[in-house]
């Protein structure tokens, strides 16, 4: 039994990482058909704390799936 796990940077408000967040779990639960999904999830979710973190998404692009 593997493990997957997605992940992707929390920035703040210069634009510099902060933190990151991921969700992991067994392949069973994250198979290769759940990834797209989960990852617009986390960077969704990192992109929501990055903004009350003062982050302005004109200032730095983010890669987004």
Do not use: F, K, M, N
Not at 5 to 15: K, L, Q, S
Not at 23 to 37: F, K, L, N, Q, Y
């Amino acid at each position: 039994a593997g493990l997957r796990c997605i992940g992707t940077v929390i920035v703040d408000h210069t634009g510099g990482a902060a933190a990151g967040i991921s969700v992991s779990g067994p392949i069973a639960r994250i198979t290769t058909d759940r990834i797209s999904e989960l990852a617009a999830l986390v960077c969704s979710t990192a992109d929501q704390i990055s903004r009350a973190l003062g982050y302005q998404p004109a200032s730095r692009p983010r890669l987004t799936w």
